[in-house]
């Protein structure tokens, strides 16, 4: 089975936090050995819909959408659905929806890490 990842992100009208999600998508890529693999965004450009034609013509026989959201929040819970059942009706590929970054063990030891930068300072 050839497997697409979508990275998914809320999008921003700064630039440099689209890229800064793109950089985090390429890492990731890199790390786990993705053939096919997309950055989208909910509310910029590329969006959902161009990810998943783009990996749907390069192949994928299903699609994983990974939630670059700390919380399940009302974009996943109401609009994200929607997006996934109407764009694998729509290409005729399963998508699944993995859980959002919330409730990951190494989120605590992000903060712990963050707090100490600053305390250093």
Same mark, same amino acid.
């Given at each position: 089975?050839?497997?697409?990842?979508?990275?998914?992100?809320? !999008?921003?009208?700064?630039?440099?936090?689209?890229?800064?999600?793109? +950089? +985090?998508?390429?890492?990731?890529?890199?790390?786990?050995?993705?053939? *096919?693999?997309?950055?989208?965004?909910?509310?910029?450009?590329? *969006?959902?819909?161009?990810?998943?034609?783009?990996?749907?013509?390069?192949?994928?026989?299903?699609?994983?959408?990974?939630?670059?959201? *700390?919380?399940? !929040? +009302?974009?996943?819970?109401?609009?994200?659905?929607?997006?996934?059942?109407?764009?694998?009706?729509?290409?005729?590929?399963?998508?699944?929806?993995?859980?959002?970054?919330?409730?990951?063990?190494?989120?605590?030891? +992000?903060?712990?890490?963050?707090?100490?930068?600053? *305390?250093?300072?």
């Amino acid at each position: 089975m050839k497997s697409g990842i979508v990275v998914f992100g809320h !999008g921003s009208s700064v630039a440099s936090a689209n890229d800064a999600v793109r +950089i +985090i998508a390429a890492r990731a890529a890199a790390e786990g050995a993705w053939g *096919l693999y997309e950055t989208a965004f909910l509310e910029a450009a590329p *969006l959902l819909a161009e990810a998943v034609q783009n990996l749907a013509a390069a192949g994928a026989d299903e699609i994983v959408v990974l939630p670059y959201f *700390l919380t399940l !929040g +009302i974009r996943l819970q109401r609009d994200l659905p929607g997006l996934v059942a109407d764009l694998s009706h729509r290409y005729k590929v399963p998508i699944r929806v993995a859980d959002p970054l919330d409730g990951h063990p190494e989120l605590s030891g +992000i903060l712990v890490e963050r707090a100490r930068e600053v *305390l250093k300072q």
